[in-house]
């Protein structure tokens, strides 16, 4: 991976202080930066704790320090936009649009998570950004997450370790990432509001993992407080999440920039661990300076914050205004990244009769269903993409079919849900015949009609289902997972006039497949996959490669299985409702700032209590013994793999489990063995399962390769609530290594 270090910067301060933890060099400026503190007057220290413009806040211009420059991500270089978010119409800031989030966390590759983070980077310093705002890096409580897309898994363990690596080659780019949202930002109902509540050692198996590794192992420089409370505080001022835990614990020096408008108050911010105030100055501005000078606030305090900038500043080394944005951004080598993302994401659900790969004498494809044709890199708010162009799978199929001499027919099948009224104004152009008045409404049968004579006509129907970015998207979460306007009725009547079926489902979460599922013999997850998307589909549909995607997170057989909703715990109490897509739809509607203002402080104070504790996806359902539709991990092949016996080692303070794997095959085929270790007699509450370890291997036809998955032993540990530590209990365990969390094909005891 040296190939990929870019920065000079990092280059220089990496050979210095090998030695040094990846926090720890954050601070070899740390000399020079306090005697620019000494040289600052309050005023320019404070400059720089708030927005300058919408994406950027400043440097010390009289001391020739750059400003920082932010962008969001995670899954491509936002266009760029003045105030408000209103693009600035530019021509070079196309860039490339990557596989979203939970696709790239499908591939469960260390190797593509660190590319994509690189490439990330890479655009970047091409469009003189500092800051990545991202990964996102959350754990997929609710499968009707608004921002599960963005997000990686359900699972503490591969999230965590995806984001060490995608934080490892953005910063090795050259340009830093914000890890977001820190923390326990699971909902987008009521975000900007709901206070969560969760116990210590919830927060710290589950949903502080991912932050942890990513700043202790990937030596993450910049984190972004959510808009959410933590038990009882807003995350942009919680000094248990921003001081105890984040820099006294993790020995974080980077800086800390709140989510947008996410910032509360003055003196809060200020001790509870925030440096910079997106967006706007009321908190931490003129009321700041006040706060010191009138002896409310100590100014080493402030001085604190200007240095962990002023570290982020150095280690990062500003792309001149000359150089920057002189090219396009997206470019030939960074694509390829996100191709080879897509086609090791694409997860073969099922396969009963053998549809997949599409036969040889298949000569007359119909392709059913608007999720063929539509794009997805933009929209979903801040992570929309302006993508330099985009392969739909239509396209994908139609150009690799054209090659094996396929006819291609195409039908829209069903109409398209799409938002009305979100963070814009209702759109007053004409009615689209193609677009649907409700997410429920049924299926048309104009549309039908026409799907069903083309599939009668055709060898074969692949069927593309799923969802669209106006229902799983930033600012609210979907009401159910149930497919949309009609889906189920059309699959039916499909399967009903051929049976050669394939569904591929086009969305970012998980959604209810009971219905869908009888009429479907194969299904394939297709995600929202990044601007070759539709190429690496149609390869993996013709099978000139195999699938080797694997569920980050469970296909639940319904919503109300899921832990939140069978605990009971959400929606909770609220308005049910984001507060700041609420505002934009008041304002959209015609109220003033003070009805508005009068309308919010009228809402109940909204509460989420994570009920369910440490039992988040697939740890409930194993543990509770429920049922599932497609288990977490669950990823087919077109070739079957064999696993051979386990050996266990346990050396110093790891655990090594080695295995020979093979490919039974007559094609090369990737597979992701799955590392699970069971509490044998523990003497607390613990999950059935949990993941520790994971790895891909590429295997040809035939191939046999010895494959060893290692832990730490404190991995195994479990926070304790009682001593408020880690405590690794001693005792056995079992390890199972299989394809899928269900799928278990060995076992071995060993003791710790
Ligand atoms: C989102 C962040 C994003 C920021 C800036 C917020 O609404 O929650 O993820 O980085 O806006 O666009």
Same mark, same amino acid.
């Given at each position: 991976?040296?190939?990929?270090?870019?920065?000079?910067?990092?280059?220089?301060?990496?050979?210095?202080?090998?030695?040094?933890?990846?926090?720890?060099?954050?601070?070899?400026?740390?000399?020079?930066?306090?005697?620019?503190?000494?040289?600052?007057?309050?005023?320019?220290?404070?400059?720089?704790?708030?927005?300058?413009?919408?994406?950027?806040?400043?440097?010390?211009?009289?001391?020739?320090?750059?400003?920082?420059?932010?962008?969001?991500?995670?899954?491509?270089?936002?266009?760029?936009?003045?105030?408000?978010?209103?693009?600035?119409?530019?021509?070079?800031?196309?860039?490339?649009?990557?596989?979203?989030?939970?696709?790239?966390?499908?591939?469960?590759?260390?190797?593509?998570?660190?590319?994509?983070?690189?490439?990330?980077?890479?655009?970047?310093?091409?469009?003189?950004?500092?800051?990545?705002?991202?990964?996102?890096?959350?754990?997929?409580?609710?499968?009707?997450?608004?921002?599960?897309?963005?997000?990686?898994?359900?699972?503490?363990?591969?999230?965590?370790?995806?984001?060490?690596?995608?934080?490892?080659?953005?910063? =090795?780019?050259?340009?830093?990432?914000?890890?977001?949202?820190?923390?326990?930002?699971?909902?987008?109902?009521?975000?900007?509001?709901?206070?969560?509540?969760?116990?210590?050692?919830?927060?710290?198996?589950?949903?502080?993992?991912?932050?942890?590794?990513? +700043?202790?192992?990937?030596?993450?420089?910049?984190?972004?407080?959510?808009?959410?409370?933590?038990?009882?505080?807003?995350?942009?001022?919680?000094?248990?999440?921003?001081?105890?835990?984040?820099?006294?614990?993790?020995?974080?020096?980077?800086?800390?920039?709140?989510?947008?408008?996410?910032?509360?108050?003055?003196?809060?911010?200020?001790?509870?661990?925030?440096?910079?105030?997106?967006?706007?100055?009321?908190?931490?501005?003129?009321?700041?300076?006040?706060?010191?000078?009138?002896?409310?606030?100590?100014?080493?305090?402030?001085?604190?914050?200007?240095?962990?900038?002023?570290?982020?500043?150095?280690?990062?080394?500003?792309?001149?205004?000359?150089?920057?944005?002189?090219?396009?951004?997206?470019?030939?080598?960074?694509?390829?990244?996100?191709?080879?993302?897509?086609?090791?994401?694409?997860?073969?659900?099922?396969?009963?009769?053998?549809?997949?790969?599409?036969?040889?004498?298949?000569?007359?494809?119909?392709?059913?269903?608007?999720?063929?044709?539509?794009?997805?890199?933009?929209?979903?708010?801040?992570?929309?993409?302006?993508?330099?162009?985009?392969?739909?799978?239509?396209?994908?199929?139609?150009?690799?079919?054209?090659?094996?001499?396929?006819?291609?027919?195409?039908?829209?099948?069903?109409?398209?849900?799409?938002?009305?009224?979100?963070?814009?104004?209702?759109?007053?152009?004409?009615?689209?015949?193609?677009?649907?008045?409700?997410?429920?409404?049924?299926?048309?049968?104009?549309?039908?009609?026409?799907?069903?004579?083309?599939?009668?006509?055709?060898?074969?129907?692949?069927?593309?289902?799923?969802?669209?970015?106006? +229902?799983?998207?930033?600012?609210?979460?979907?009401?159910?997972?149930?497919?949309?306007?009609?889906?189920? @009725?059309?699959?039916?009547?499909?399967?009903?006039?051929?049976?050669?079926?394939?569904?591929?489902? %086009?969305?970012?979460?998980?959604?209810?497949?009971?219905?869908? @599922?009888?009429?479907?013999?194969?299904?394939?997850?297709?995600?929202?996959?990044?601007?070759?998307?539709?190429?690496?589909?149609?390869?993996?549909?013709?099978?000139?490669?195999?699938?080797?995607?694997?569920?980050?997170?469970?296909?639940?057989?319904?919503?109300?299985?899921?832990?939140?909703?069978?605990?009971?715990?959400?929606?909770?109490?609220?308005?049910?409702?984001?507060?700041?897509?609420?505002?934009?739809?008041?304002?959209?509607?015609?109220?003033?700032?003070?009805?508005?203002?009068?309308?919010?402080?009228?809402?109940?104070?909204?509460?989420?209590?994570?009920?369910?504790?440490?039992?988040?996806?697939?740890?409930?359902?194993?543990?509770?013994?429920?049922?599932?539709?497609?288990?977490?991990?669950?990823?087919?092949?077109?070739?079957?793999?064999?696993?051979?016996?386990?050996?266990?080692?346990?050396?110093?303070?790891? %655990?090594?489990?080695?295995?020979?794997?093979?490919?039974?095959?007559?094609?090369?085929? =990737?597979?992701?063995?799955?590392?699970?270790?069971?509490?044998? =007699?523990?003497?607390?509450?613990?999950?059935?399962?949990?993941?520790?370890?994971?790895?891909?291997?590429?295997?040809?036809?035939?191939?046999?390769?010895?494959?060893?998955?290692?832990?730490?032993?404190?991995?195994?540990?479990?926070?304790?609530? @009682?001593?408020?530590?880690?405590?690794?209990?001693?005792?056995?365990?079992?390890?199972?290594?299989?394809?899928?969390?269900?799928?278990?094909?060995?076992?071995?005891?060993?003791?710790?």
């Amino acid at each position: 991976m040296k190939k990929y270090l870019y920065s000079t910067a990092l280059l220089i301060l990496a050979a210095g202080c090998a030695s040094l933890s990846p926090q720890d060099r954050l601070t070899v400026n740390d000399k020079k930066i306090n005697k620019i503190i000494a040289q600052m007057t309050l005023e320019e220290k404070v400059e720089m704790l708030h927005s300058k413009t919408n994406m950027s806040s400043e440097g010390v211009p009289r001391l020739g320090i750059q400003d920082i420059k932010y962008t969001d991500g995670p899954f491509g270089i936002r266009e760029e936009n003045g105030e408000g978010f209103r693009s600035l119409g530019w021509t070079l800031d196309s860039a490339t649009y990557f596989p979203t989030g939970s696709a790239l966390a499908a591939t469960w590759s260390k190797e593509m998570a660190y590319k994509n983070g690189w490439a990330m980077g890479k655009e970047g310093r091409l469009r003189g950004k500092d800051i990545i705002l991202g990964p996102a890096i959350n754990i997929q409580r609710l499968p009707v997450g608004g921002r599960t897309y963005e997000y990686l898994s359900e699972d503490p363990v591969l999230s965590a370790r995806l984001a060490v690596e995608y934080t490892k080659g953005s910063q =090795d780019a050259g340009t830093a990432v914000c890890l977001k949202h820190y923390a326990l930002n699971n909902q987008e109902t009521d975000r900007g509001s709901v206070d969560v509540i969760a116990d210590e050692r919830t927060m710290r198996e589950i949903y502080l993992k991912p932050f942890e590794a990513a +700043i202790k192992e990937g030596g993450a420089m910049c984190v972004m407080p959510a808009y959410n409370k933590v038990n009882g505080f807003y995350c942009s001022e919680n000094a248990h999440l921003n001081n105890e835990i984040l820099r006294d614990e993790w020995g974080f020096k980077g800086m800390t920039v709140s989510d947008w408008g996410g910032t509360h108050s003055t003196m809060g911010a200020a001790l509870g661990g925030l440096c910079v105030q997106m967006t706007g100055d009321n908190y931490f501005g003129q009321a700041l300076i006040d706060s010191v000078r009138n002896g409310a606030l100590d100014e080493a305090v402030v001085d604190a914050k200007v240095r962990e900038i002023l570290r982020l500043r150095f280690a990062i080394e500003p792309v001149p205004e000359d150089v920057a944005n002189t090219i396009m951004t997206s470019q030939p080598e960074t694509q390829k990244i996100a191709y080879e993302i897509a086609q090791k994401s694409i997860v073969l659900l099922k396969n009963e009769a053998g549809n997949l790969p599409i036969a040889k004498d298949v000569k007359k494809i119909a392709v059913i269903g608007q999720n063929a044709v539509l794009t997805t890199a933009a929209g979903g708010i801040g992570a929309g993409v302006k993508t330099l162009y985009e392969i739909t799978p239509l396209e994908g199929i139609q150009a690799r079919a054209e090659k094996a001499g396929v006819e291609v027919v195409y039908a829209p099948g069903y109409k398209n849900y799409q938002m009305r009224m979100g963070w814009g104004r209702p759109s007053a152009g004409p009615v689209n015949p193609l677009v649907a008045n409700s997410i429920n409404e049924p299926a048309d049968p104009a549309l039908l009609a026409e799907a069903v004579a083309l599939a009668k006509d055709a060898d074969m129907v692949i069927f593309f289902g799923g969802t669209n970015k106006s +229902i799983e998207t930033e600012g609210s979460d979907r009401k159910n997972i149930d497919l949309p306007c009609g889906q189920n @009725e059309v699959i039916k009547a499909l399967y009903e006039a051929n049976p050669n079926v394939a569904t591929v489902l %086009i969305s970012g979460g998980p959604t209810d497949l009971r219905y869908l @599922e009888p009429y479907s013999p194969a299904i394939v997850q297709g995600w929202w996959n990044g601007l070759e998307g539709g190429t690496a589909l149609a390869e993996v549909l013709f099978g000139d490669i195999a699938p080797s995607g694997k569920l980050p997170f469970t296909f639940p057989l319904k919503l109300e299985d899921s832990p939140a909703y069978a605990t009971g715990s959400f929606p909770g109490e609220g308005s049910g409702e984001d507060l700041f897509t609420l505002m934009y739809r008041l304002d959209a509607t015609g109220y003033t700032r003070e009805q508005i203002k009068e309308y919010i402080a009228s809402l109940p104070d909204p509460v989420s209590e994570y009920r369910e504790g440490i039992l988040v996806g697939y740890r409930w359902y194993d543990t509770k013994d429920v049922p599932v539709m497609y288990a977490f991990g669950h990823g087919l092949s077109y070739v079957d793999f064999e696993y051979g016996t386990l050996t266990c080692k346990q050396k110093k303070d790891k %655990i090594q489990v080695s295995f020979d794997l093979k490919n039974l095959g007559d094609m090369e085929a =990737d597979e992701v063995p799955q590392l699970y270790v069971k509490r044998l =007699d523990s003497k607390v509450e613990r999950a059935e399962k949990e993941l520790e370890a994971f790895e891909r291997v590429a295997l040809k036809a035939g191939e046999t390769k010895n494959v060893t998955l290692e832990f730490p032993v404190s991995e195994l540990a479990h926070w304790d609530n @009682e001593t408020n530590g880690w405590v690794v209990e001693p005792g056995k365990i079992e390890i199972l290594v299989g394809s899928a969390s269900n799928d278990i094909r060995q076992s071995i005891q060993t003791e710790i």
